[in-house]
């Protein structure tokens, strides 16, 4: 069997890719090895998936080429992106933070997707096994568990490590490994992070408890944080777990924009834990209260413990002992070295016709529906060459 482009993965990437590619006039076979296409996509943004956002910048990107990202983006705009589904009866409705979600569910965006490579001409061959690919004259050969394919262009969509429970492994990586791409080390990303043991007992005594916090250290972030029985948690730990590497120690800032001598001045009369919890979770500003062994009214605070609490308050630490696994993390951080890539065209420089897209590649988006925007406008940029 002979065609165009075989496109190996039938998430996001590799399905708006397919669409592109066919409507080209491209002859397109998108293989996968799960019985069901656009399984993360179904699974996303809590099975509403969460297709973009309307503000998307390359600093929403980690990437080893904080660059590399430019040109993909830019000719995808999330208004782009929306008129398409739009377009295609798929309604979209905007929430906090710019996130865009399908209006009627992540199921709503699998089918237009499924449907967008169908019509198009790309034919879907879903529990196939690929057990390997390699270079020959003027392409490249697929080795399926129904025989070889030939292909002029090949494109690698198979995703990241994240979601093991779905179907995802590490064999995109080894497989671009084998067609002679650098791979940059691995771990998991948009994870929760796990308490050590000084942290342990009050993030178990705090389970359920959530504030809005700025975390400093490895990076900058505001958000939601959630405390859970294993340690911190929400938005803005999961960002944070892009950035944290082992050893590193968070600063949370628990009052994030509040004066806290202010807040200490006008409460002189009422006890330190009444006072707080004004302005934190009641069991947090106890917990704090008899961390730092205060009690009593605020007047009554000497000069050491009311800075101590102060700065406790503004730089709370946290070492975390290690970010959660693969099983909870969204994403993978780390994969096919983009040096290698053109950004342009998502194609490998050093090996004409292999294209790689999505979350294989070095690419990782903050929350909010940066990375499946990331895997539609990597997926249509390399549709333009394949």
């Not at 628990?254 to 919890?277: C, F, H, S, W, Y």
């Not at 700065?311 to 099983?327: D, M, N």
Request: glycine share 14%.
């Amino acid at each position: 069997m002979h065609v165009d482009v075989v496109i190996i993965g039938a998430g996001a990437s590799g399905l708006f890719c397919a669409a592109a590619c066919a409507a080209r006039g491209r002859t397109v076979v998108v293989l996968d090895h799960g019985a069901k296409a656009a399984r993360k996509v179904l699974a996303s943004g809590g099975g509403r998936a969460n297709v973009t956002n309307t503000d998307v910048a390359a600093t929403d990107y980690v990437c080893a080429n904080p660059h590399f990202v430019k040109s993909a983006l830019a000719r995808l705009t999330p208004d782009a992106l929306r008129a398409r589904l739009h377009g295609a009866g798929v309604a979209t409705v905007v929430e906090a933070g710019g996130k865009v979600f399908c209006r009627d569910g992540a199921p709503a965006m699998a089918r237009f997707l499924l449907r967008q490579a169908e019509e198009a001409g790309a034919r879907l061959r879903l529990g196939a096994t690929v057990t390997g690919a390699r270079r020959e004259a003027g392409g490249f050969i697929v080795e399926t568990g129904t025989g070889p394919i030939a292909c002029a262009s090949l494109v690698l969509a198979l995703g990241g490590k994240s979601w093991p429970g779905l179907g995802a492994t590490g064999f995109g990586y080894a497989l671009a490994a084998r067609l002679g791409l650098a791979v940059t080390p691995l771990r998991p990303g948009l994870t929760p992070l796990l308490a050590g043991p000084g942290d342990l007992p009050l993030c178990r005594d705090m389970a359920g408890v959530s504030l809005p916090v700025a975390v400093g250290g490895p990076c900058a972030l505001s958000g939601d944080m959630l405390f859970t029985h294993q340690g911190l948690s929400g938005p803005v730990i999961l960002d944070a777990s892009l950035f944290w590497r082992e050893g590193q120690a968070l600063a949370i800032d628990l009052l994030p924009g509040r004066d806290i001598a202010a807040i200490l001045a006008g409460t002189g009369k009422q006890e330190v834990k009444n006072a707080l919890a004004r302005h934190l979770p009641r069991r947090l500003a106890t917990a704090l209260c008899a961390r730092l062994g205060l009690a009593g009214p605020v007047a009554g605070l000497a000069a050491e413990p009311r800075r101590e609490l102060a700065a406790t308050l503004r730089a709370f630490p946290f070492t975390p002992a290690a970010a959660a696994g693969y099983a909870k993390a969204e994403v993978t951080c780390g994969g096919v070295d983009t040096a290698a890539i053109s950004s342009k065209t998502m194609e490998a420089t050093a090996v004409p016709g292999l294209f790689v897209i999505g979350e294989l590649l070095d690419v990782t988006g903050r929350l909010g529906g940066f990375n499946l925007h990331w895997a539609f406008a990597s997926g249509r940029a390399a549709a333009e060459r394949a």
